[in-house]
Structures are given as C-alpha cells and as structure tokens.
C-alpha cells in the first residue's frame, strides 16, 4: 500500500475544527476537489514546508521575546542539544485536560521541551540545501511533507508552543519529519540512518521525536482532508490569495 493510499484510510484528529488558522473545518464527509494530494511530486512538497518554515522563523524574530509564551529558567542557559538538556521523565509530561488547572506548570514543562532543539550555533547549512540532503538519503513522500508543515502549524501559529528560528529550526524539522514519516507510511527508514543523515546522535533523535509528539500534544493523525486543506493554507500563507498551493 502507498503513502497515498494509507492517508486515505487514517483516522480523523481530535481537533478537528483547528486544523489551519483561518481555514474553514470540512465537515465529516468534506472535499477539496480542486487539490489532490495524489498529483503533488513530494520536491513540489518539499518546497512548501521549506517555505512555510522560513516564514515562520521570519515572523517570529519579528515578535517580541514577551508576546509569546514567557522564558523559562532552567538550570543551563546555554542549551547546546538534546544532550545537555535537563532530563524530564517521561511520567512528568502530560499537557491534556488533567494539566489545565496549571497552565504554568504546562509552560515550565513546554519550556524544557523546545530547548532540546536548540543547537550551540546556527547550522552553516541553509534549510533548503538541509532538506535537500534528507530528501537525497531518505526520500519521503508528499504526505510526510505536508503533515510535517501541518504538525508546525499547530505548534508555531495555534498553540504558541515553540518559536522556531535559526538555531532550533533544523532540529524541529528533522523530528517533525521523521514522526511524519512513522506516521502516515508503512515503512520507515532506519533509527541510524535517520540521525546520520541529521546529523545528530542517535540518542538526541530519539529525545527530538519525543519533545516533538509531546509539543504536538500526540495529535499526530492526519488524512487526505487535512492535508488538502493545509496545501491551499500553505497557498494564502505563501501568496497565493486562492490559496493554490500547487502549481
């Protein structure tokens, strides 16, 4: 079964009415005829995410340190990576209804999360030549792309969770495609291949994909719907008052 195939049959999210800022929620048995995800090359999608993601890096240097969610302390401000980010055990993490009464507790807790995708430096590779280099070892399909552009929209735009920018944004995407890609395919690449290709040690992406589902609050199922409607979001954000995404 292809990629394209499986995301016909994957389940409905929990939040359905929040899928893009400022697109309308299909209902249960709603269409978008005029994008078909089938017909998108996965470069075609690639370049979406990639641009999606700088205009996210872009806006958010724009925003005020304050406006967002406010700074955390931790015991280390110089948070290089993964490995050096103070450990959270798992059981500490829950940030669903039961965690509402303390939404400074959350934020303590998302806090440590987004400095795990913090690197020492900014990457001397640009993000598009980064997604490039994936592509070219570990090929993925349009799906992956566009729920990886999806997964950020929620964090970045809807929850405010993470602010992405130079130093971070390589990390993020790397766990958002590599939870993508498990997923919305029936296969996937190789846990060592995966982290190689990154650049990053196997240990510190499976901590990546950890923070990432957790930031995401799990809500990782996507379907054909969902992905229509966040190429044509993809095709407002990106210029195209039509929201034609797709070439």
């Known amino acids: 079964m292809t990629s394209s195939e499986r995301i016909e049959h994957v389940g409905s999210p929990s939040r359905e009415s929040t899928q893009t800022p400022g697109g309308s929620a299909a209902g249960e048995n709603g269409q978008n005829p005029a994008i078909k995800i089938g017909e998108m090359p996965p470069a075609t999608a690639l370049d979406l995410l990639c641009a999606h993601v700088e205009t996210l890096v872009t806006s958010n240097e724009e925003v005020p340190e304050d406006a967002s969610s406010p700074p955390v302390r931790s015991r280390s401000d110089s948070v290089s990576s993964g490995e050096v980010t103070p450990s959270l055990r798992v059981t500490e993490l829950h940030f669903g209804p039961e965690s509402t009464e303390d939404p400074g507790h959350d934020r303590l807790q998302q806090g440590f999360l987004s400095k795990r995708f913090l690197s020492k430096r900014e990457p001397p590779i640009t993000l598009k030549n980064y997604l490039l280099r994936l592509h070219k070892y570990c090929p993925m399909s349009t799906a992956v792309y566009l729920?990886?552009?999806?997964?950020?929209?929620?964090?970045?735009?809807?929850?405010?969770?993470?602010?992405?920018?130079?130093?971070?944004?390589?990390?993020?995407?790397?766990?958002?495609?590599?939870?993508?890609?498990?997923?919305?395919?029936?296969?996937?690449?190789?846990?060592?291949?995966?982290?190689?290709?990154?650049?990053?040690?196997?240990?510190?992406?499976?901590?990546?994909?950890?923070?990432?589902?957790?930031?995401?609050?799990?809500?990782?199922?996507?379907?054909?719907?969902?992905?229509?409607?966040?190429?044509?979001?993809?095709?407002?954000?990106?210029?195209?008052?039509?929201?034609?995404?797709?070439?």
């Open 147 to 247: 729920a990886t552009s999806l997964y950020l929209t929620r964090m970045v735009t809807i929850d405010r969770v993470i602010r992405p920018n130079p130093r971070n944004v390589h990390r993020l995407l790397l766990a958002g495609l590599r939870v993508a890609m498990k997923a919305v395919e029936d296969l996937s690449y190789p846990h060592s291949r995966v982290a190689k290709v990154g650049g990053v040690t196997e240990r510190e992406l499976s901590r990546l994909e950890i923070s990432f589902c957790f930031l995401v609050d799990f809500e990782l199922r996507v379907d054909a719907r969902m992905l229509s409607e966040q190429t044509r979001y993809l095709g407002i954000v990106l210029g195209d008052g039509d929201g034609n995404a797709v070439a």
